[in-house]
């Protein structure tokens, strides 16, 4: 009955190397997100879905590709991976279709670039 | 733009009451969070603010005054569990009928027995 869940939990891959990370929520809501929490722990938004459809795209580099098969998923893609992405990455989901309400998170995936 | 101010760190005795404190500086507020994340774990949602005024729930209460640009996450009868990073978030308005939140960069709490 998990709310909002992430795969893989940890990843740790070489430089150069394209990756993937899975999101699903089963809370039926509208909008969902990708954030990026580096290690000062500041949480940074990346990317904001509402049903399939890209609503917001901070400032990220085009190597991170967003896509959403549908409601329910959105999984990011990261090509060409550097050091400065290891990181924790978190998915969340909200209710409203206009976004920015409460965030419920996955358990995050922590990305480690070797 | 958007420009979230709170303290880095903070301790406090098990026991006692606590004040985090959340300046911001937004073009199209539209509502203030407080989430919880203890370490190695994922942010929780603690409270909404969208009008000026205390909201109280249990041992924490939080206030926002708009006007001031101001919130403040208060945490009573503090506990050992209380120890982990709280989290000031706004939603802001960016445009095309759609909201963003922002956080800030999160204030550690260390209770001390």
């Known amino acids: 009955d998990t709310a909002v869940s992430q795969t893989p939990k940890y990843l740790v891959t070489q430089m150069g190397n394209d990756k993937s990370i899975k999101c699903e929520q089963n809370?039926?809501?509208?909008?969902m997100y990708w954030y990026k929490q580096d290690s000062k722990k500041f949480l940074k938004i990346m990317f904001s879905y509402n049903n399939k459809e890209l609503i917001i795209n901070e400032t990220v580099p085009n190597r991170f590709s967003p896509k959403s098969p549908d409601k329910a998923h959105l999984n990011l893609h990261i090509n060409s991976l550097e050091l400065g992405d290891s990181a924790v990455y978190f998915c969340a989901s909200s209710q409203e279709r206009r976004g920015g309400d409460t965030q419920y998170f996955g358990p995050g995936t922590r990305l480690t670039v070797l | 733009g958007q420009n979230i101010d709170q303290p880095t760190e903070m301790t406090a005795t098990e026991g006692a009451i606590v004040q985090i404190n959340c300046t911001y500086q937004?073009?199209?507020?539209?509502?203030l969070f407080w989430y919880q994340q203890h370490a190695g774990e994922a942010p929780t949602f603690l409270s909404y603010?969208?009008?000026?005024g205390l909201e109280e729930k249990g041992r924490f209460s939080s206030f926002l005054s708009r006007s001031k640009g101001y919130s403040y996450l208060l945490l009573k009868e503090l506990q050992m569990k209380d120890s982990a990073s709280y989290l000031c978030a706004v939603r802001d308005y960016s445009g095309g009928g759609s909201y963003i939140p922002t956080f800030g960069r999160g204030t550690s709490l260390i209770v001390h027995p």
């Open positions: 603010n969208v009008l000026d």
């Open positions: 937004t073009s199209g507020f539209n509502g």
């Open positions: 809370l039926g809501h509208d909008t």
